[in-house]
């Protein structure tokens, strides 16, 4: 299971918490005044900035660029009770092919997942900054439940 945040919890903390011990998040932004989400893995956290890489042709990714105000919703537990879970809220811009070489190194399955073209998919790719402003915090694994809002 993934650690338990207190309220000593830092700013870096929380988002190093957000990557590695969560990882997959759904990144939800608008289409046309709609809702638009995909679930996506947190990459890096970097100078307080989350990174997540999507294909440049990815309908997504123009979303994102169009509306870069974003909400990042992850969530790990096998049950209410035994889960806890995050809201991000902040913007997102495109920042082309910075730290892919390091997103990489850090999560060598993306090795495996673009394996067919590894290079064609480098060129592919474009890495997504996300500044959080605000979070949320909420765990159900204690008692009484705990709830932080974190600001950045």
Known sequence: MVDILTKQTTNQEFLDFAVEQVHNADIV????????AQVCDLLL???GKLYIATSSQNPFF???IAQPKVI???YRG????DSCGFSIRGTIKNVDH???DEIFAKNPY???IYADDLEGAKKDLRVLEITP???GYLDYRTKPVFMRNFKF
Not at 29 to 36: K, N
């Open 62 to 64: 123009k979303d994102l």
């Open 78 to 81: 096998d049950g209410t009770m």
């Open 72 to 74: 990042v919703d992850g």
């Open 29 to 36: 932004t608008t289409h046309a005044g709609e809702p638009s």
């Open 133 to 135: 402003i605000t979070a």
């Open 45 to 47: 956290n970097k100078n």
């Open 110 to 112: 993306l090795n495996e």
């Open 98 to 100: 910075l730290y892919l």
